[in-house]
């Protein structure tokens, strides 16, 4: 088989495990097993602690002491077992504990995949930088395909998603076993602490970088709120509106955001070149503001339709314009001596510790809104909302930088 066509693959099974799960997860908690507010936010603090410090160790692992393939297939097979009693587990302490348990061996393998792609083709003498994004599409694609089965099939709002999960997670693990070797790296050398980006902290002593990952910090907690309500937000109209195509297909609709994020990657080039990091970091502020207002008078029907299709639209400038332009950022502005470290530490304080603020602190605002007769839903998005948009403001008003369309000649994905 062609090795383009056997890495497509690993990455759409890489993906199509994750989004079997993680958009319908919130309203399945929400649901099925009645897990209060602040309960469901806990449970998506697992997210942002499964990768504050594994991604560095199973890292080490893969270079001195595993082939990289191999690792992925083990730590996938055994995230199948905790997917099968995922699946069985009812009470909030027990989910909580295995889903950690799932996550410490799933987000590693973000990396692992692109890892065990990069070596491959290179190794078979391919421009990574002219056929790796090709491949990893794939991978968004599977998330979209998996998150719309399980709505289809009916599987968004009960624990056969992760009986899904677990078939596809054991898959992979076999199919990783099939993939050519990874060598062990004989000249990495890197510590704990340089893979997970702290020794790039030196670069707080810059005033633009300080500013730069603190809000990297808190823009990662605006993707959990996503992440963690917008499946029980949409099963919170099933009463109202038991027939509506975007109650029933929850799933399918939320996919939206994910086909709006591939599409808004095709514009970055344009919108960096033309307006500069610091204004298109703005953007995503206030895609962000767009996105939970846009819930905020969305519904299932009519003209709310529209506004909640409108708010997956923006999802894509709201994720993209920020993560894909800080990592440039981080690149053009810091020495080359701390880049590697200094992105490492962008994908720590956004997925790990912004994540964990954002799973708490929303569960928090929504348990506050809620009541015996239901939650409040216009209150709890206009707080979210209210928080992008003071975000936007006030980077606007402190983040120091000058344009200079002469940085970016060309950017490659």
Not at 50 to 67: E, F, R, T
Not at 99 to 109: D, K, N, Q, R
Not at 170 to 194: C, D, H, R, W
């Amino acid at each position: 088989m062609n090795i383009k066509l056997r890495l497509t693959i690993l990455n759409f099974l890489e993906l199509f495990v994750f989004g079997a799960w993680l958009i319908s997860l919130g309203g399945y908690l929400g649901g099925q097993l009645h897990f209060e507010g602040i309960q469901i936010g806990k449970i998506f603090t697992t997210l942002g602690i499964a990768s504050l410090v594994m991604p560095g160790i199973v890292g080490i692992i893969a270079d001195k002491y595993l082939n990289a393939q191999k690792l992925l297939g083990i730590l996938h097979i055994i995230g199948a077992g905790f997917m099968f009693f995922l699946a069985q587990t009812k009470d909030f302490d027990t989910f909580f504990w295995m889903m950690l348990g799932y996550l410490t061996v799933y987000m590693p393998t973000l990396g692992l995949v692109n890892t065990v792609s990069y070596s491959i083709l290179t190794s078979n003498k391919l421009d990574i930088i002219k056929v790796f994004p090709k491949i990893r599409v794939w991978g968004t694609i599977g998330f979209i395909v998996a998150e719309v089965a399980v709505g289809t099939l009916g599987w968004a709002q009960n624990n056969m998603q992760f009986y899904f999960a677990m078939g596809i997670s054991l898959l992979m693990g076999i199919y990783a076993f099939t993939i050519p070797n990874v060598p062990l790296s004989k000249s990495e050398n890197k510590s704990l602490i340089q893979r997970l980006g702290l020794d790039a902290f030196v670069l707080f002593k810059e005033y633009k970088m300080a500013v730069f990952f603190i809000f990297a910090t808190l823009l990662g907690v605006v993707l959990q709120i996503s992440n963690a309500w917008a499946s029980e937000f949409l099963r919170s109209f099933t009463a109202d509106y038991p027939n509506s195509f975007a109650v029933t297909n929850s799933n399918t609709i939320i996919a939206l955001s994910q086909v709006s994020e591939t599409l808004f990657i095709l514009t970055i080039p344009f919108f960096l070149k033309r307006f500069g990091i610091k204004t298109v970091m703005i953007m995503s502020m206030l895609a962000w503001f767009l996105r939970f207002g846009l819930f905020g008078v969305a519904a299932p029907e009519g003209i709310g339709l529209g506004y909640l299709i409108m708010s997956m639209v923006v999802y894509g400038a709201a994720f993209d314009f920020f993560n894909i332009s800080g990592s440039l950022f981080i690149e053009t502005e810091t020495d080359s001596k701390y880049r590697g470290s200094a992105q490492g530490l962008f994908v720590l304080l956004t997925n790990g510790v912004g994540a964990v603020l954002g799973g708490m602190g929303s569960g928090f605002v929504v348990q506050h809104f809620t009541t015996e007769t239901g939650r409040d839903w216009l209150s709890i998005w206009l707080v979210f909302a209210a928080y992008a948009l003071i975000l936007a403001i006030v980077f606007r008003l402190i983040f120091k930088y000058k344009h200079n369309p002469e940085v970016i000649k060309e950017i490659k994905h």
